[in-house]
């Protein structure tokens, strides 16, 4: 995965996102699925390719100097979060119980999972282990 | 210059804290240096430089003494703003070592070979290596070389006959440790050893005479660089623990991208610069990362480290260059 495939996909998350499409809460579509990580790519299949990144137009936790903007983020079941690395690190965003794991995330590349069941979701960088957060699903 | 970068520093607390001076035990704390080479040795706890060509000329027919380059953070495949060419400078780093006057014995990768695993570049560092004159290539691993398969692919490769991958070994008299400490991450954490692995070190060391001098290497630095910003291995002091009586310890770290040095007794702690890009300096701005700095600067904060061992002296003396 290069950098310009990612600025091409961060395009269209941009534009679609202003055009405020709403989460339609009914994709799981993991935005960066190299082979072998296809586990969250869900109903993908139904449309072209940016569309379906927008819409998942979620929540949106951004990861910046290490952190994770929302380290705590609650939402309703059914729920699309999305992850957007802002760093030149790279990072990733996995759960503790393994629930989801994403590839590593270069500098504007993304990640989604979206969460069906209620609980509490804890994830972390499995580079930088200090970099931890949490989502709530109620 | 980055006078942060370019300053080797020895401090007493358990984080560095960027104050240059004199530490209670009276080593000389500051020696800036930009290229030209200075080796650095003590002799009764003073320490003096001379330049490299000296340094050279003194120890030629030293017994038993020979010399070994240290590389770290190449990180194969990084393209972002920092550095648009890690590969070039990597290949600079490569052409500083061809151009030694004496061939190392052997180099020393100290971790994050590769810049998040990406395919090929495994390849990449370990064929331009092999075209140094060195006899062989020892390596740790970084988090970017295992994170995303938990150190498969590293292991299969560099993980040896035991496939854990901390290795020791003998060369001239000094005994050489290589450990892993970025192996099963936990949410929270910082770099680790295990229980396994302390347990191999100490059985590796008790059989040495205190005499012996011990060279480690890991990736992420065996003490408190910097915590909060995971610049430590919490389990490092056990590992240390079981080196105190030794009479010579080097332990050489990569990971933070930039010289810092400390001496506990007789350890001399020293991380390296990367031949990828620059770090901040410990707590410098929000967070570690790739640092963007002028383009003519860049290569004053990347390079490579020769490292001599004089038979007979108890201190190795460390000479890093930079690729200015």
């Known amino acids: ?138 | 210059m980055n006078d942060d970068v370019n300053h080797v520093r020895n401090t007493d607390g358990p984080e560095v804290s960027g104050g240059d001076g004199v530490d209670r035990r009276g080593f000389l704390q500051c020696m800036a240096w930009a290229g030209t080479g200075l080796v650095w040795t003590a002799t009764g706890g003073i320490l003096s430089s001379v330049t490299l060509r000296q340094a050279a000329a003194a120890d030629a027919d030293a017994v038993g003494s020979f010399s070994f380059v240290q590389i770290s953070d190449t990180h194969i495949g990084f393209k972002g703003e920092a550095n648009k060419d890690a590969l070039g400078t990597f290949e600079q780093a490569l052409a500083r070592i061809k151009a030694l006057e004496q061939a190392p014995a052997f180099i020393i990768h100290t971790g994050d070979l590769t810049h998040a695993q990406k395919p090929g570049a495994f390849d990449t560092v370990t064929e331009a290596l092999k075209g140094t004159k060195a006899e062989q290539v020892f390596y740790v691993p970084g988090e970017n070389d295992v994170f995303a398969d938990g150190g498969k692919e590293y292991l299969g490769r560099f993980g040896g006959s035991t496939g854990t991958g901390w290795q020791s070994f003998d060369y001239k008299g000094v005994h050489f440790i290589g450990l892993i400490n970025v192996l099963n991450f936990k949410a929270g954490g910082l770099g680790s050893l295990g229980q396994a692995q302390l347990d191999w070190l100490k059985k590796d060391v008790d059989r040495l005479p205190s005499s012996t001098p011990i060279v480690v290497f890991a990736h992420v630095p065996l003490w408190a660089v910097y915590p909060k910003w995971g610049w430590v291995t919490d389990d490092g002091g056990q590992a240390l623990s079981y080196l105190k009586r030794f009479g010579s310890v080097t332990v050489l770290n990569g990971h933070i991208h930039q010289i810092m040095q400390r001496v506990e007794g007789n350890i001399s702690f020293h991380t390296a610069l990367s031949t990828a890009f620059p770090q901040p300096a410990p707590g410098v701005g929000e967070g570690p990362g790739p640092l963007k700095v002028p383009a003519e600067q860049l290569r004053s904060l990347l390079g490579v480290r020769e490292v001599n061992y004089i038979q007979g002296k108890s201190r190795l003396a460390i000479v890093d260059s930079t690729l200015a």
Not at chain 1, 2 to 28: D, K, P, T, Y
Not at chain 1, 55 to 69: D, L, N, T, V
Not at chain 1, 80 to 101: C, G, I, K, M, P
Not at chain 1, 111 to 130: A, D, M, N
Request: hydrophobic share 40%; net charge positive.
């Open chain 1, 1 to 138: 995965m290069n950098g310009h495939q990612g600025s091409i996909r961060e395009r269209w998350f941009w534009r679609l996102a202003v055009m405020g499409a709403a989460a339609f809460g009914g994709l799981a579509v993991a935005t960066w699925a190299p082979a072998g990580q296809a586990a969250h790519s869900g109903a993908a299949g139904q449309m072209a390719q940016p569309v379906a990144v927008a819409a998942q137009a979620g929540p949106r936790i951004e990861i910046a100097k290490h952190k994770y903007s929302s380290p705590t983020l609650t939402v309703p079941a059914g729920t699309t979060v999305t992850w957007l690395n802002r760093d030149e690190d790279v990072h990733t965003v996995v759960s503790t119980t393994q629930a989801f794991r994403s590839p590593g995330l270069e500098t504007d590349e993304a990640y989604s999972y979206k969460f069906t069941k209620p609980g509490v979701y804890e994830y972390f960088c499995t580079l930088h282990p200090l970099m931890t957060g949490k989502v709530i699903v109620k």
